[in-house]
């Protein structure tokens, strides 16, 4: 989501602000804006739209300085506007913010009421004002910091400059990301690592409650309870937070291209020759119950586990929406795990679920891309599923590596729950090695998956069906053409087709089949049938036995190689992914950073 950067250089900090906040454009955002205290003075630059917006403005209008703060905005209080973009200003106080303030019409109130006037309609804007007003106290910038924060209620990330200050800056965190980076001589404050890696590779972050008191020597880091906190310095691979398109055209291409090669990562990691894997540290034997916990698609990674871990190991499993999951009371099993799933580590909703069932089961447990994630450390263990940086909004990798890691769990939970003897083990292993291969093969699809998308892409309805596991890829599918080609998508279980959505089907919506040939294969054909007895134009993916039985009459067929059933989500999840892309290049849409869209939801 929103995007912060804060230097104190010993350089002008403008174009390492923009270039900065550049390396954050991937979360998400419809403004931008930075701030410099220059000899002592405060002035800020901001602009609508894409950051070449801001750098054109600042071309025309320069701003100097060697302390510094800059934001990307996605609106949530107020429309994208100048006036509305970050950073925001009260007298001698400016602050940049990721998150929601709950309470800020209370506090606004009764600013107004003590004479305040704002310019803009965000809940941000707030939080300055009252820093000002406690300054206009006479209390110094960190005494005001300290008696503002226990009054803001909700989700942020902040950082403070302050006129006359040019060796300070003031951060803090609740429910928001944030990271302090160090330099020699320079600090920088980030909303994630990404931002700073171009400026050092020393980052601390800040727990929950943190707020740090920032100069160029250092930082003294406070708990929320005020009191100093020492919290470790680690050092981040620079290589795994580079972000390169490499010759293809676009993020999303990349990533879907990386699959097969993040995918033997994981599986390297994960299944060592030595029988040493990152699982042994999980027993599953005594647990009576999963609760999976996820949003977006990494729900529907975990909607495909529930049916891996219920038929390998007999586990039985919730699946829940985070943003649902606390505010309907689910009563947890004190010998339950609860597993939480975020590509980001950071999902505001899924944090917020990690807490509530943190004292309710025996485990909690992750899975997440960003293994020092505020989701990942507030984990008894996080597993990572090695994809790298994913830049293009809408996951691709992330997700095939979400399912990788889950399946294997399922087959260790198998394992230790003696539904799987050693021999089938050995045997599904052995077919998950093949997956790479296989999905090499999908991948050499996208030449007749751009023909197909040409006409895909005038339709204004689609629907995606699946059965058993495949259902959520259905979902999956959907979402992924709906979220980067704006095209109307909606997944269904095949069987529910004639309990309501066969209403929609005419000549005009494309009905797409997820249907490898397995157990379950003639009962979706079926299905199939009643949609194109209604004149559906009917895309089927199967695998050559399955087109061969079935594709005659279907309007396009797409022959993906044979995968053994229980992997079958996962090879499938690559033509899907091929006829979204090639459908929003087909519609002229921003395939990375379509609209509306965060790539990291750090707001409930």
Not at 171 to 189: N, T, W, Y
Not at 420 to 446: K, Q, V, Y
């Amino acid at each position: 989501m929103c995007g912060i950067v804060g230097i104190l250089g010993n350089h002008q900090v403008a174009p390492l602000l923009v270039e900065g906040l550049k390396r954050l454009e991937y979360r998400g955002y419809d403004s931008a804006g930075i701030a410099t205290v220059n000899d002592g003075r405060l002035d800020r630059r901001r602009a609508v739209g894409k950051l070449a917006n801001l750098s054109d403005l600042l071309v025309h209008d320069p701003l100097a300085g060697r302390a510094g703060i800059g934001h990307t905005r996605w609106a949530t209080h107020g429309a994208a506007t100048v006036a509305n973009a970050h950073p925001h200003r009260a007298g001698n106080v400016v602050v940049v913010h990721n998150g929601i303030i709950e309470n800020f019409r209370d506090l606004r109130a009764e600013m107004v009421a003590a004479g305040h006037s704002f310019e803009s309609e965000t809940d941000t804007e707030t939080v300055v004002a009252l820093i000002q007003g406690e300054m206009a106290q006479g209390k110094t910038p960190t005494e005001s910091v300290e008696a503002v924060l226990p009054r803001l209620h909700g989700a942020f990330a902040l950082c403070f400059l302050f006129e006359g200050e040019d060796d300070l800056m003031i951060c803090a965190r609740k429910g928001s990301p944030l990271a302090i980076g160090h330099g020699d001589g320079e600090m920088f404050v980030g909303s994630d690592a990404i931002a700073l890696a171009p400026l050092t590779d020393r980052i601390t972050y800040l727990e929950e409650g943190d707020w740090a008191v920032i100069t160029r020597k250092g930082a003294q880091i406070f708990d929320a309870q005020n009191r100093r906190a020492n919290r470790a310095m680690t050092r981040i691979q620079v290589d795994a937070t580079r972000i390169e398109k490499a010759g293809y055209k676009h993020f999303m291409a990349k990533e879907i291209a990386e699959q097969p090669v993040v995918l033997a990562d994981a599986l390297k990691h994960y299944v060592a020759d030595d029988g040493n894997s990152a699982l042994q540290a999980l027993d599953f034997s005594g647990v009576d119950r999963l609760t999976l916990v996820a949003c977006g698609t990494a729900h529907y990674a975990c909607h495909v586990a529930k049916y891996w871990f219920e038929s390998l190991a007999g586990l039985p499993c919730d699946i829940d929406i985070a943003s649902e999951f606390r505010y309907r009371e689910p009563p947890l099993s004190d010998k339950g795990w609860a597993l939480f799933v975020s590509q980001s580590g950071e999902t505001a909703d899924t944090l917020a679920a990690l807490r509530y069932a943190r004292d309710k089961v025996a485990k909690v447990l992750s899975v997440v891309n960003v293994p020092t994630s505020s989701i990942a450390r507030e984990s008894d263990l996080a597993l990572p599923i090695l994809a790298g940086v994913e830049v293009g909004v809408a996951s691709t990798k992330a997700f095939t590596c979400q399912l990788a890691v889950l399946a294997l769990m399922a087959l260790k939970a198998g394992r230790d729950r003696g539904r799987l003897t050693a021999e089938e083990h050995a045997t599904h292993i052995a077919d998950f090695r093949l997956l790479p291969g296989l999905m090499n093969h999908a991948l050499s699809l996208a030449p007749e998956i751009e023909k197909l998308a040409e006409q895909l892409a005038e339709a204004q309805d689609v629907l995606f069906l699946g059965r058993g596991q495949m259902y959520p890829l259905a979902l999956e599918g959907a979402l992924k053409l709906k979220e980067i080609s704006y095209i109307h998508a909606e997944g269904y279980a095949s069987g529910e087709l004639k309990h309501g959505p066969i209403a929609l089907i005419d000549s005009r919506v494309p009905v797409i089949v997820l249907a490898p040939r397995d157990h379950l294969f003639e009962k979706t054909v079926s299905n199939m049938q009643e949609v194109m007895a209604r004149h559906g134009k009917v895309l089927l993916m199967s695998d050559a036995a399955g087109v061969t039985e079935a594709g005659a009459g279907c309007w396009r067929t797409l022959t993906l190689p044979k995968v053994p059933d229980v992997f079958a989500p996962i090879l499938y999840a690559i033509p899907a992914q091929l006829l979204a892309y090639h459908t929003a290049i087909a519609k002229g849409t921003d395939v990375d950073q379509p609209r509306n869209l965060a790539k990291s939801v750090t707001v409930e």
